[in-house]
């Protein structure tokens, strides 16, 4: 989080693929980050936030 130019290329994948990701995870990273508790909802609130943190969804 903060780090502009580590979400550059994933904010240019398009949210819904963000979302996406980070729900069923991806390469190493697990689903929902490891929290399977977590609904689909607060897991996109939380890619919403980190994102807005570290530059924004951008146009």
């Known amino acids: 989080m903060g780090k502009k130019a580590y979400w550059t290329k994933r904010v240019a994948q398009g949210k819904e693929m963000v979302y996406k990701n980070s729900i069923e995870g991806l390469r190493g990273m697990p689903a929902k980050g490891g ?25």
Do not use: C
């Open 35 to 59: 929290m399977v508790s977590l609904s689909d909802e607060e897991v996109k609130a939380a890619v919403d936030y980190m994102v807005g943190r570290s530059g924004g969804w951008g146009k």
